[in-house]
Nanobody, 122 residues
């Protein structure tokens, strides 16, 4: 079982910054990818940023240059630094971990945190 706990959301003015944190725990051999997704009201969940265990990073085009994903292995934590926030970034942000299935390592299993609300408004 894998647990993910996000923190760091809140209300911020346009142009402001927030840093989201996600602490993960549980029993797994390795991690395929870790990342952040978001879901705005009335919209589907979408990718924000992901990072493979080897360090390859992928960003949604709308956040490139403003958001940065990073991790601290010693603390089992992944971060999302969000700068120059815009009202359209308002959403619930979810942390995601994809790990190999124990009996079928080529199959990845997704785990999700409970989500943290980010509201960008003046």
């Amino acid at each position: 079982q894998v647990q993910l706990v996000e923190s760091g959301g809140g209300l911020v003015q346009p142009g402001g910054s927030l840093r989201l944190s996600c602490v993960y725990s549980g029993s797994f051999l390795t991690i395929n990818t870790m990342g952040w997704y978001r879901q705005a009201p009335g919209k589907q969940r979408e990718l924000v940023a992901t990072m493979t265990w080897g360090g390859s990073i992928n960003y949604a085009s709308s956040v490139k240059g403003r958001f940065t994903i990073s991790r601290e292995n010693a603390k089992n934590t992944v971060y999302l630094q969000m700068n120059s926030l815009k009202p359209e970034n308002t959403a619930v942000y979810y942390c995601n971990l994809n790990v190999p299935a124990r009996l079928m390592p080529r199959v990845g299993i997704d785990y999700w945190g409970q989500g943290t609300q980010v509201t960008v408004s003046s």
